[in-house]
């Protein structure tokens, strides 16, 4: 298993940056894939963007150019820079690392949540 913690939300006004992290602890050598989804009240949770351990990324068309994700591995964190906030982005955004456990089999894992709020 793994935990995960996120931190970094708030409210800020449209134009602005917030960079958001989550910490990983536990089985950390299994993960194969980490980062980050979002959620609206009312609607389902949507990937935003990912990183793997070779660190190819993936990233919502909604966000590319926009966002970028990174990770520490020295401190198993990763992080996402959010820059040209639109009131649209504001959502729970939730951290979510899969792991691997055979060939054919993983695990999702998931934190918290925190609050990011983007005014007009």
């Known amino acids: 298993q793994v935990q995960l913690k996120e931190s970094g939300g708030g409210l800020v006004q449209a134009g602005g940056s917030l960079r958001l992290s989550c910490a990983a602890s536990?089985?950390?050598?299994?993960?194969?894939?980490i980062g980050w989804y979002r959620q609206v009240s009312g609607k389902q949770r949507e990937l935003v963007a990912t990183?793997?351990?070779?660190?190819?990324?993936n990233y919502a068309d909604s966000v590319t150019g926009r966002f970028t994700i990174s990770r520490d591995n020295t401190k198993n964190t990763v992080y996402l820079q959010m820059n040209s906030l639109k009131p649209e982005d504001t959502a729970v955004y939730y951290c979510n690392a899969d792991l691997r456990y055979s060939a054919t089999a993983v695990s999702r894992y998931w934190g918290q949540g925190t609050q990011v709020t983007v005014s007009s």
């Open positions: 536990g089985s950390t050598n299994r993960i194969n894939v």
């Open positions: 990183i793997s351990n070779g660190g190819s990324t």
